[in-house]
């Protein structure tokens, strides 16, 4: 009984030692006519599993391979930490340079940039960018009972020396930069109440009524509280996207109700959001190509739109290419930096 | 109602739908004694596969894999003292002891069973709740939440280990240590010296198996050759899981009033069963007559956690699918699953989807049921490594500590965060310090730091007049002067 036991649990611990090895195994050579074949592709997805970022690696594990020519293995690796910080840095710095290691962006490392936060070991525009789903953009709402149901609105409540309440998970996150962007942009006086642990919370305190509003991405609302919208139970004021959102057709973008002179700074503002997905610097050009043209083609498949519909994300494709640009002359716009620096600090 | 109930009934007894949640309870059961891969690993990596099926079949299998977790995860904290999960680290506490004593048959036995009673009155309770579910939440606010955060830390503290100060030291240590990392509310980093690694806080599972698992395994180790953890115990002892079923049936009420925790806390978004466990285990110490055993090895001990942490899960349920506020990192998990399949979790799923909800309460009761027996058909099997020399055991068991260790988050410091809480954790017990109220202090540090924030913000101190924050504070105040009469008395008699 007693070899038979210590037996079992020697086999055991030896299938473990094997399943760590294979995880860690490093991608095999070229062969074929694609670099990618027999490879194995890892998609680090910066966040523990569940929630949004996971979700999306996921959903690229699930649909890119296909695409790839030579059909590589996909796997998903999570690095959870300082909000995506810690797979940027080791994306950045220690993944192979060869289109094997793909991760997903969080748009608060922009934000990081713009404030100089001496934990960031990369130069956000050199990463090599894959491309970009859902710029989903966010909707900026308050409790249609709140004196606050429209920027004039609050601009009369604020002369009697009233403030909308908004909840936000943290100083970086979407959810504390739009409003304080719309303070800045719109000349407006609105308190943000951060530090939330995650969108449920926040979405309780206005339903208690200890909260006003939030700006929440235009997906996350409707696959949580499109209830909310049926009731008028909230008061949506603005979308922070550069169209209108066809589900709310009445709803303002942002843009329409802002002064002309600050739309540079919306467009900065819009850049940052969305799903987005990068390589290491140095990745070759060649096979920089193959990737973004696959993820390109990936982003027609039926199935995968299906998927992204029912995440509740609305899909918009830029391609990596493209996003490179775009960091770049992000990166170097003093005012939208500054901007960023200003509404953050 | 009925018609729903009917159908839901008709949808889950068919050859398919069993097959797939007993293929998830052996699943999860497989992969559950994996150290650090746990049940949310597990649904992430099969969620590709679970989109394609149909959204009953993949939600009875989602339910199977869950399921088995919440009650398997006792088994490792039993036998070694290795809390499989936070939500073990209260079993801890007298399951261990038990099975040095040669009792870890009678204690899994007792687990498991409370476990199942317990997952079953939950989900009785929240299924007779639900009207009454979103008032309840509406009224449970931040201020509430701190001060239920606030009680858990000081029962803890005072009721664990028979030494008040020690355990009050211990518990504000642990919210130190908590403290290291982002701050919530201000970004500033505390106490990370510049490393990546401590921005987001050392990880709960390195710092329990560092303070439990090593310091038993050294104090096993050092024994003389030969030795077996249930060492106290004569290799012929009798102890059977049936012993462990009467001991439920004789704390029949511990373990309803303890379901009853578990319930409540597991549809306050935002507290999880880490809270229940304790809340729990420290009202079966509070409730108890005679106390000088826990700790030591009481049944009671094992019997109002694992009760509590399963009735928490079937609140957590509750508030996924009928509210769509997952209350844990598994539950959003399993929200992302839901979407996928095309279910929106929120109000709808009580009145468009009912059938799907009713399957869903099937299934968390048959899995449970069959998760119990799975796990009371191999009790004996189990029981038996308490038996075997420790020197067999030690190599397995190091790799396993280690992996679960490692899992964390992949980095170094996992290992090293190990190591340091291990010198910590052998400290502690040579010197007759209490160690739960370090991982208690610790895990309720950032929701106590959170909510008090929130509170301060948004209600200024007006929050002090809200009258179940004034019962809960009562409540605390009342945990204490228990407390220190009793250790005044217990000094008196010595």
Redesign the interface.
């Known amino acids: 009984m007693e070899s038979k036991t210590f037996r079992n649990s020697m086999l055991c611990v030896l299938a473990l030692l094997l399943m760590l090895a294979f995880s860690l195994q490093p991608a095999g050579a070229q062969s074929g006519d694609s670099p990618f074949k027999g490879q194995t592709i890892t998609i680090i997805a910066g966040s523990s599993p569940g929630g949004g970022t996971d979700s999306l690696a996921r959903l690229l594990s699930r649909h890119f391979s296909k695409y790839i020519p030579g059909n590589p293995k996909i796997v998903v690796s999570n690095v959870a930490g300082a909000a995506g910080l810690i797979a940027a840095n080791n994306l950045y710095n220690k993944s192979p340079k060869d289109g094997t290691a793909i991760g997903t962006m969080a748009t608060g490392l922009t934000f990081r940039t713009a404030l100089k936060d001496s934990a960031i070991k990369f130069e956000l525009e050199k990463f090599t960018y894959l491309g970009q789903i859902a710029s989903e953009g966010n909707f900026v709402y308050l409790r249609s009972e709140t004196p606050f149901t429209s920027v004039e609105a609050i601009k009369k409540a604020n002369k009697e020396g009233k403030k909308p309440k908004f909840g936000a998970q943290a100083k970086e996150h979407n959810s504390n930069v739009v409003p304080m962007a719309m303070e800045a942009i719109l000349g407006i006086d609105v308190e943000v109440v951060y530090g939330y642990p995650g969108t449920a919370e926040i979405l309780l305190d206005i339903e208690r009524g200890a909260l006003d509003g939030r700006a929440q991405s235009r997906g996350s609302l409707f696959a949580t509280r499109s209830n909310w919208l049926e009731k008028n139970f909230i008061k949506v004021l603005a979308v922070t996207s550069p169209q209108r959102d066809s589900r709310l057709p009445n709803v303002p973008t942002l843009e329409e109700i802002s002064p002309a002179d600050k739309k540079p700074l919306l467009e900065a503002m819009y850049s940052v959001q969305g799903r987005t997905f990068a390589m290491p610097p140095g990745v070759p050009a060649d096979r920089a190509k193959i990737l973004r043209d696959a993820f390109a083609a990936m982003f027609k498949d039926k199935d995968f739109q299906q998927d992204v519909d029912k995440l509740g994300w609305n899909d918009e494709l830029i391609r990596g290419e493209d996003l490179n640009k775009k960091v770049d002359a992000l990166i170097h716009n003093e005012s939208a930096m500054g901007f960023f620096r200003k509404i953050l600090q | 109602m009925l018609d729903a109930i009917v159908t839901a009934t008709g949808e889950i007894f068919t050859l398919s739908r069993m097959g797939w949640l007993l293929g998830g309870v052996l699943l999860g059961s497989v992969i559950g ?2 150290p650090g891969i746990g049940g ?2 597990t ?2 990596i099969l ?2 596969f679970i ?1 394609k099926m149909d959204p009953a079949s993949a939600l009875v299998l989602i339910v199977g894999i869950h399921a088995i977790g919440n009650t398997a995860d006792t088994i490792p904290a039993i036998l070694f003292g290795i809390p499989g999960s936070t939500s073990a680290t209260a079993t801890v506490m007298d399951g261990f002891p038990m099975a040095k004593k040669g009792e870890a048959e009678r204690a899994m036995g007792a687990s498991f069973l409370s476990s199942g009673i317990g997952g079953l009155i939950g989900a009785f309770t929240v299924l007779a709740t639900i009207p009454m579910i979103r008032p309840l ?2 009224t449970f ?2 201020p509430e939440f701190f001060m239920t955060a606030i009680l858990a830390i000081v029962m803890i503290a005072l009721l664990t280990g028979g030494a008040p100060v020690k355990g009050l030291i211990v518990g504000g240590l642990g919210l130190l240590i908590g403290m290291i990392g ?1 701050a ?4 500033v ?1 505390r106490w990370t010296f ?1 490393q ?2 401590l ?2 806080g050392i990880p709960l599972i390195p710092i329990a198996l560092g303070v439990f698992a090593i310091p038993e395994l050294i104090d096993m180790t050092l024994g003389a050759t030969g030795t077996r953890i249930a060492a106290a115990a004569p290799i012929t002892s009798i102890s059977t899981k049936w012993r462990g079923v009467k001991d439920v049936a004789a704390n029949w009420w511990l373990l309803v009033r303890s379901s009853f925790i578990g319930s409540w806390i597991g549809i306050l ?2 507290i999880g069963s880490s809270s229940a466990i304790w809340l729990a285990y420290g009202h079966a110490v509070q409730s108890g007559k005679d106390k000088e055993n826990f700790g030591k090895g009481d049944v009671r001990g094992v019997i109002a956690p694992e009760a509590a942490n399963n009735a928490s899960d079937a609140g957590d349920w509750c508030l996924t699918l009928a509210f ?3 209350g844990s ?2 539950m ?2 399993i929200m ?1 699953a839901m ?4 279910l ?5 799923m009580l009145t468009d989807h009912l059938n799907l909800t009713l399957v869903i309460v099937w299934s968390l009761v048959l899995a449970n049921l069959m998760a119990t027996g799975l796990c009371f058909a191999f009790t004996k ?1 189990l029981a ?2 308490t038996k ?2 420790v020197h ?2 030690f ?2 068991l190091i ?2 500590i280690f ?1 679960a260790a490692y899992q964390s ?3 170094w410091g996992d290992l090293v965060a190990l190591l340091g809480f291990s010198v910590i954790g052998v400290c502690m017990k040579r010197f007759g310090w209490p160690r739960p109220p370090l991982i208690v202090g610790m895990v309720l540090q ?1 929701l106590a730091e ?1 909510y008090f ?2 509170t301060i ?3 200024g101190f007006s929050w002090l007049t809200r009258p179940i924050v004034i019962i809960i504070f009562g409540l605390t105040v009342w945990t204490i002067v228990h407390a220190v009469r009793r250790h005044s008395k217990a000094k008196a008699q010595a």
């Not at chain 2, 919530?184 to 970004?187: C, E, F, K």
């Not at chain 2, 979407?339 to 095309?342: A, I, K």
């Not at chain 2, 929106?344 to 709808?348: F, M, N, Q, R, S």
Request: no cysteine; aromatic share 8%.
């Open positions: 004694f994996v949310r690993t649904l992430a969620l590709p989109v939440i509406l606010g931040n982002d919530p509310q201000t970004g980093q510049d990546l690694y921005s987001d978004p935002g769509g506020i997952p990192a598994t959003s998990l992302a979407l996928l399949l095309g929106t979790p929120g109000p709808k099997q038996g490594i075997l020399p067999y055991l190599p397995v790799v396993l992996l988050t992949a980095d950032r959170t924030f929130l913000k948004l209600y």
